[in-house]
């Protein structure tokens, strides 16, 4: 009897070690399973930083050009503002000339009437006098 209890008890241990070894294998499985993901998962985040420091870049780069255009923009609005202004000076001296030029021509045009005027008084003088000499 004890013999025999003795080989059901090593056959419960064996099937018990049996057991043990199928869930240890399970457990490798599941482990080895567990670190490839781990490996994807690293794998995919260290591929997702990457992309996101080139991103990173890309936009202070983008930005930069933003901020450089901008500055460009404002020294060609100042110098569109300049020659406008330049431009309006130069119109504003145009006219100032003009008027100076009408203003000496009216000047010169009274002064010829005037002249005009005297010698018609004149002529009219000279004809009243001539009839009373008549």
Known sequence: MRKVEAIENMADGVTAERRICKDIKK??????KLLRNLQRERKAREELEGACYGLAREIEARRAETLALREQQQRVRLEVEKERRMRQMAEVWREERAQMKL??????????YAEVDGLIAELKSFLTSSETQI
């Open 27 to 32: 457990m490798k499985l599941s482990a080895m």
């Open 103 to 112: 203003a000496e021509a009216n000047f010169i045009l009274e002064d010829k």
